[in-house]
């Protein structure tokens, strides 16, 4: 089931999890193992959550990487069915 505008993942971390911590940015990247760069594009929704950084935010602030991997997906999922008439294709059935 596609969620109704989800939000981006990185708004979802710093609100839950950065925020109620009272973490910096640079000590939560620090801690993820991150340079501060990465995790303020992600934060800022320019990245994306990856294999890896699911894996990095599993450890950090819980949850399963999969769970992290979904959240990803709804949102990318979401976007790109906001221009699903744009996209032409020929149905083959």
């Not at 971390?13 to 501060?36: F, H, M, N, Q, Y």
Request: net charge positive; charged share 20%; with cysteine.
């Amino acid at each position: 089931m596609v969620m109704h505008n989800p939000p981006h993942p990185g708004e979802v971390i710093k609100e839950l999890c950065i925020e109620p911590l009272g973490l910096t940015v640079t000590d939560a990247a620090k801690g993820l193992g991150v340079s501060r760069k990465t995790l303020s594009a992600l934060l800022n929704g320019r990245f994306g959550i990856s294999p890896e950084m699911a894996i990095r935010l599993s450890k950090g602030f819980g949850g399963s990487a999969e769970s992290w991997l979904i959240q990803q997906s709804q949102y990318d999922l979401w976007q790109a069915m906001q221009k699903a008439n744009d996209i032409k294709v020929k149905a083959f059935t």
